[in-house]
């Protein structure tokens, strides 16, 4: 094929995918309108409120962490100039490390540089050839990804369906089985039945591996995430993966658990052995973020205040978001074109909310994903409410 052929392939796959209402570009983001805050930004050359943030208690921009960040830099440089097993490991992991295991009350955690290495080590660590992996059908991409790479007979249960699960395991015949899922749904803002699932994945003697993204420093009393939330500890699920570019506000990722697993992982897990560390300024910055996810539970109790402002406010007008207590608030549309209208016509009320397409979420589910944060007011809120409310005559 010539240079001229490939390209104007590559062209016609675009041009299929803007036909079906399926082209993403970036957003240029030029600068924040508060000074210790993400929810006010200018992008695109427009000033609007961000309501598609992961930035779900505010400490992205928070003066402390940017300043720990800043004091990190100064000290350990901008990289960390090697894998952690080389000379890539530094103070700064090493505590982050050992604070994480503290916090989510396990014997050890690993730094990964990002979740998705981390989600691809569990199930490529765990599973291999003639071993089982079970997975949740609206499980994150980098779940779904680690369940295929793992070389084992992967199967997807229905949605939250812990009955399915023990169909699924009794029926599994030889080998291990792992059973993967994300604790709060990423799409949805649901959570999983976690107690039921950990009790199937007893029962039948398997893995039970939860990617806890979206729920650690946001649910639970103490932020402890979905397992503080289901009353579950580390006996009852294993393996623990968390992420630190959410609720934490930085970057990178981890997995804890006993030491034996964690010591595993350093010998067996290619996308941690095989890649650069975190800059030891991020670890820095997110030891500081960690101690405001402690010190400060007020920023979870307005964002509670804030999920409650915002469902009461829809439920008023007639919006039907789906069923969630999370910051993740959906509102389902169904196709593309119109989720994208509707995204277009917060915009033009300086409201930034993303409308999210497959393959990200099931085909025929389009949507609009709204995230809230700490970080915005109650008139932020207000304003959104309002402009979902304005879209509601072209919901029918």
Not at 19 to 44: F, K, N, Q, T, W
Not at 257 to 265: D, F, I, N, P, V
Request: proline content about 4%; overall charge neutral.
């Amino acid at each position: 094929m010539s240079a001229a052929s490939r390209e104007a392939a590559l062209t016609a796959r675009l041009a299929a995918l803007a036909s079906a209402g399926l082209s993403r570009r970036r957003r240029l983001v030029d600068h924040y309108a508060r000074p210790d805050s993400s929810v006010e930004a200018m992008i695109d050359g427009r000033r609007v409120r961000v309501f598609c943030s992961n930035d779900y208690l505010g400490l992205a921009r928070h003066p402390r962490v940017t300043a720990a960040f800043a004091a990190g830099a100064r000290r350990w440089g901008a990289g960390a100039g090697a894998s952690h097993l080389v000379t890539g490991h530094h103070l700064e992991h090493h505590a982050l490390e050992e604070e994480l295991a503290e916090f989510t009350g396990r014997e050890r955690a690993l730094l990964f540089s990002t979740g998705y290495m981390a989600n691809l080590a569990v199930g490529t660590v765990l599973a291999g050839r003639g071993d089982l992996v079970l997975e949740d059908r609206l499980n994150h991409a980098s779940l779904l990804d680690a369940g295929r790479l793992a070389g084992a007979r992967f199967e997807r249960y229905e949605h939250a369906d812990a009955a399915d699960v023990a169909r699924l395991l009794a029926g599994r015949g030889a080998g291990e089985a792992l059973l993967l899922t994300d604790g709060l749904f990423s799409m949805d803002g649901d959570v999983a039945p976690l107690r039921e699932l950990a009790a199937a994945a007893d029962r039948a003697g398997a893995w039970l591996a939860v990617d806890d993204a979206h729920g650690l420093g946001v649910l639970g009393e103490h932020g402890g995430g979905s397992l503080e939330l289901c009353g579950l500890g580390a006996h009852d699920v294993p393996v623990l993966v968390g992420t630190l570019g959410k609720a934490f506000g930085t970057f990178g990722a981890f997995i804890a658990g006993s030491a034996a697993l964690c010591e595993l992982m350093v010998h067996r897990a290619r996308t941690l052995i095989f890649t650069t560390a975190l800059p030891p300024a991020v670890a820095a910055a997110t030891r500081e973020a960690l101690r405001r996810v402690r010190l400060e539970p007020w920023r979870r109790e307005r964002l509670r205040s804030h999920i409650a402002r915002l469902r009461d406010g829809c439920a008023a007008l007639g919006v039907p978001l789906l069923p969630s207590t999370t910051p993740i608030q959906a509102l389902v549309l169904g196709d593309n074109a119109t989720a994208l209208a509707a995204s277009e016509a917060l915009l033009e009320r300086g409201l930034l909310v993303a409308a999210i397409r497959p393959p990200t979420v099931p085909v025929g589910t389009a949507r609009l994903r709204v995230t809230l944060s700490a970080a915005h007011t109650e008139d932020d809120v207000d304003r959104l409410v309002e402009g979902l409310g304005a879209l509601r005559p072209g919901l029918a």
